[in-house]
């Protein structure tokens, strides 16, 4: 396997600092060849963070700090300087060709090369300038908890057509509190032309309302099964 200068870096991290912060995390250094490995690997670090954050699960790696991971991601996920299959023991077969191949060879992404990474989850997290799980004077400071809820959200957005008026969207998923998004979000536009920003706070009005749907209760119990198998 190729030598990555991540996993070189992030070793002589720990030789200088030996007993500070990153001393006990764990590290997770392997090749993953095929993008569903890649994906599957990436959904269980996420699935088993806002599993331990929710204090569901407190025996997930991130109960041992940050967890990281050292891998080589495929052109289809990431950036430039790849290495080729063949750098690989034993060499990783050709890849199928992918959509929009020819739009990532402007960026110097190739299909067939893979490309060093290294992953660790922010250490701050904050939903409409409100950073989770730290305490304010104002009183408005989000539990670590939400993020389970937040997830939950942001995946049934993505579900929706981007063509959809938002209006209609959050009159189908949060009827009773919808109108409580409508004082801080467009209802006329589109719902795949609200930011970021936008569906931050369009979460934290309908929070409560997502948090007591039988339908998070299933996609709670989808992630812990997951977690289980």
């Not at 408005?140 to 942001?154: G, I, K, V």
Request: glycine share 4%; charged share 20%; with cysteine.
């Amino acid at each position: 396997m190729p030598v990555s200068h991540l996993a070189v870096s992030r070793m002589a991290v720990l030789r200088e600092d030996p007993v500070g912060q990153y001393s006990a995390s764990p590290i997770l250094v392997s090749a993953l060849p095929l993008v569903s490995q890649q994906t599957n690997v990436l959904a269980a670090l996420m699935n088993n963070l806002l599993l331990h954050h929710a204090g569901i699960d407190l025996e997930t790696l991130y109960a041992y700090g940050e967890v990281e991971l050292v891998t080589f991601l495929s052109a289809v996920l990431l950036r430039v300087d790849g290495f080729s299959r063949h750098c690989f023991a034993p060499p990783i077969s050709m890849p199928k060709p992918m959509p929009h191949e020819k739009k990532l060879k402007e960026f110097n992404l190739i299909n067939g090369l893979f490309y060093a990474v290294g992953i660790r989850p922010n250490r701050y997290v904050t939903l409409d300038s409100v950073e989770v799980g730290t305490p304010n004077p104002e009183g408005t400071e989000l539990d670590s908890r939400c993020l389970l809820t937040y997830a939950y959200w942001m995946n049934l957005i993505g579900k929706q057509q981007a063509s959809k008026r938002t209006a209609k969207v959050l009159e189908e998923l949060c009827p009773e509190s919808c109108s409580s998004a409508f004082l801080v979000v467009d209802k006329d536009c589109r719902i795949g032309e609200l930011s970021t920003v936008a569906l931050e706070k369009a979460f934290l009005a309908v929070r409560e309302e997502l948090q007591h749907l039988k339908k998070f209760e299933n996609y709670k119990e989808n992630i812990t099964s997951k977690r289980s198998s």
